[in-house]
Each structure stands twice: as structure tokens, then as C-alpha cells.
């Protein structure tokens, strides 16, 4: 059986909770969930609801995605705008903060909607370049020859299609100042059918060097719908990286940090970084303290080679990098 092609998979995710719920034999009783919200509503794809356990109200990959109620509580310290993003484009959709590379938004659409995302609020509709927006996009790389590195990020950036994203790149090609293209990206993830052929012949073209960050926050998220896709983004000459989000009661255990480390190994990827919560607004239930986040560093670092240790960091406004946590260990 061959999997529908992605937008299909995309046209068909689970909206309703209610459906969501129905589908795992759960119902409002297991659970205390929100009805439909606003703009950042439930949104999964099927395959992703596949690797959910049936029964399960604490089951990893539903906590990541299921609205509840507990998103309305206002917490102190959790705002609508935690990293002052609105303010930091100098051009809609482009970001430049950090030296050498500026992050992109092609799309404000993502295939799942992640209940601990700071982008929740974000006002993509206003910030979405659209194909009109690029040119003054490709001006400012042009005059900006330190930026070496464009890194497209989201929304989900392959949420655009295949022939959009050709263009861009090709366009961007002419830019002889960047080498190097990022795509930070949750969706073949959740739908592994988005690797399609065209996109790695997309891979295999281009001169620049590839990266692909792919953002999975426990190991169930691995399953063997996975195994060819990223085999192919490799012999395709993508390097693959993941990044995590350190989330309460979804991977903040050690035992839950060294299956996914292993995991992606398995796979062909390496862990990059775990982001303490960014203090938005609707997920201080996610979070878990500095305090914790060490110590369960230290548990990793304990038991892992050190290329499966992924860096703690966490973003804060203003600032020309993550920040990473120091684990104190040299003067332990
Ligand atoms: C995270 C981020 C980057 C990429 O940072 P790396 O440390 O290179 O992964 C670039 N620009 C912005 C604004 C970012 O938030
Ligand atoms: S930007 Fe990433 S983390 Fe945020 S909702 Fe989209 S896929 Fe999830």
C-alpha cells in the first residue's frame, strides 16, 4: 500500500478534537480539552495519529498536539510575543539576528499544530512575504554579502510545494554571497510522504550545502514510515539534524532523552539542540525548570557518546545567539 501524496495527507488531518479523540477510543471524560480556540486550532495528520498509543490520555505524541483547557490559565512570565520577534524583521518575513544567517519565512502554515510553539500568536498573515515579497528579500542578501547562510524556517517551510520551493532556491542561487540553505522543519516528520522524488532531485541540483533540521520531540515519533525518506535525504547529500523542545510529562525524562538520542541515530540524525520552552502564552504547563533541565543533562551525559548530546539552549530577545544552559560540571 503507497501512501496518498502529502497535500492529500495534509487535506485530510484531523481538525475536530472530537474526531481526534474518537479515533485513539478516548472521549472528554480521559480528558479535559479545549473545543476549537482560535487560529491556532487542532491540526494533525493521520500518519502522526498512527504512532499515538489507542487508550492512551498521556501518550506522548497526543500531549504534543491536544488543546486543553489548561491553555487558557494565564501564568506570569508567559506572553503572546516571549522572543519580541514582531519587532526584529527588517523586511516581511526575513529576520536577521544572529551573524552570518538570516532565518526565512516562505510559509506561516504548519502540517501539525504543537500546543508549545511560540510561533502560536506570531501574526503570520501580516509576515508572510508571499512570492511578491521575495525580490526585496534577495535585494537585502544581495547588499548583505556577510549572510552566508539562509536558513528557511516557519511556519513550516516545506508546507509550500515543490515547484515554489524550486524557484526560491534557484532564485537564491544567483545570490553568490550564500553558500549554505537550512530548512528547519517538523513536516516530513509528521507526514513522511512530503519527501517526495522531486524534492531530492530539488536536493541533488543544487550547489548549496544542505542542512535539514528536523524538529521531533520523542522517539515514537519514529516509526518505519521514516526509514526510507530519510535514508533517501542523505544519499541525497542532506546533512540531517533534529531539534527538541524539553517538554513536562512529554521527554523530560532521561530515560525519554536517550531513546530519542538513540533513535535519530538510528536514522541518520543527530541531535542539535534541546530548547528549554520559550515562555509563551497558552504553554506554561510544558515547562520545566532550568533546574531539572541541568540535571537531567547530566543523566544524558552520564550514559551517552557525546555526539548524542544534544546542546541545552534557550532564546531570549535581543540576543546574537541561543543561549546555552551551563551545566556547571567543571566545577562540579
Ligand atoms: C535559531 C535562529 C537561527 C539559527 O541559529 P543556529 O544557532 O545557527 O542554529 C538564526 N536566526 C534566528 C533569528 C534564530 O532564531
Ligand atoms: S512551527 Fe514547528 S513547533 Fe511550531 S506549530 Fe509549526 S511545526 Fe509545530
Not at 179 to 204: Q, S
Amino acid at each position: 500500500m503507497s501512501a496518498s501524496p502529502w497535500t492529500q495527507q495534509w487535506q485530510e488531518s484531523f481538525k475536530q478534537v472530537d474526531d481526534l479523540l474518537n479515533y485513539l477510543d478516548l472521549s472528554r471524560k480521559n480528558i479535559v480539552v479545549l473545543g476549537q480556540v482560535d487560529a491556532f486550532s487542532l491540526r494533525v495528520p493521520r500518519a502522526f495519529a498512527d504512532r499515538m498509543e489507542k487508550g492512551n490520555p498521556d501518550d506522548p505524541l497526543l500531549k504534543q498536539i491536544l488543546p486543553l483547557s489548561q491553555e487558557l490559565e494565564a501564568v506570569a512570565g508567559f506572553t503572546k510575543d516571549p522572543l519580541a520577534e514582531e519587532k526584529a524583521n527588517p523586511l516581511p518575513g526575513l529576520l536577521h539576528k544572529y551573524h552570518g544567517r538570516v532565518l526565512l519565512t516562505l510559509s506561516g502554515a504548519c502540517a501539525v499544530h504543537c500546543r508549545y510553539c511560540f510561533r502560536r500568536h506570531f501574526p503570520y498573515k501580516e509576515n508572510n512575504p508571499g512570492t511578491k515579497g521575495w525580490e526585496p528579500i534577495f535585494e537585502y542578501l544581495t547588499n548583505h554579502s556577510e549572510v552566508t547562510e539562509v536558513i528557511l524556517s516557519g511556519g513550516d517551510p516545506l508546507s509550500v510545494d515543490d515547484s515554489m520551493l524550486e524557484n526560491f532556491i534557484q532564485r537564491l542561487e544567483t545570490v553568490s554571497s550564500v553558500k549554505y540553505l537550512r530548512i528547519h522543519t517538523r513536516l516530513p516528520v509528521v507526514i513522511p510522504a512530503r519527501i517526495t522524488e522531486k524534492l531530492l532531485e530539488i536536493f541533488r541540483a543544487t550547489r548549496f550545502r544542505v542542512t535539514m533540521v528536523l524538529h521531533s520531540n520523542h522517539a515514537n515519533e519514529w516509526d518505519a514510515s521514516l526509514e526510507l525518506p530519510m535514508q533517501q535525504l542523505k544519499a541525497s547529500g542532506v546533512t540531517l539534524l533534529n531539534q527538541a523542545v524539553l517538554l513536562r510529562g512529554v521527554n523530560d525524562a532521561v530515560h525519554s532523552q536517550l531513546d530519542l538520542s538513540y533513535r535519530l541515530f538510528d536514522y541518520g540524525i543527530l541531535p542539535y539542540y534541546l530548547h528549554l520552552l520559550d515562555k509563551v502564552s497558552g504553554a506554561a504547563h510544558f515547562d520545566v525548570s532550568k533546574v531539572d533541565a541541568i540535571s537531567l543533562m547530566h543523566g544524558m551525559i552520564d550514559v551517552l557518546p557525546g555526539y548524542l548530546v544534544p546542546k541545552l539552549v534557550y532564546e531570549a530577545p535581543h540576543r546574537g545567539s541561543k543561549i546555552p544552559v551551563d551545566l556547571g560540571l567543571d566545577h562540579a
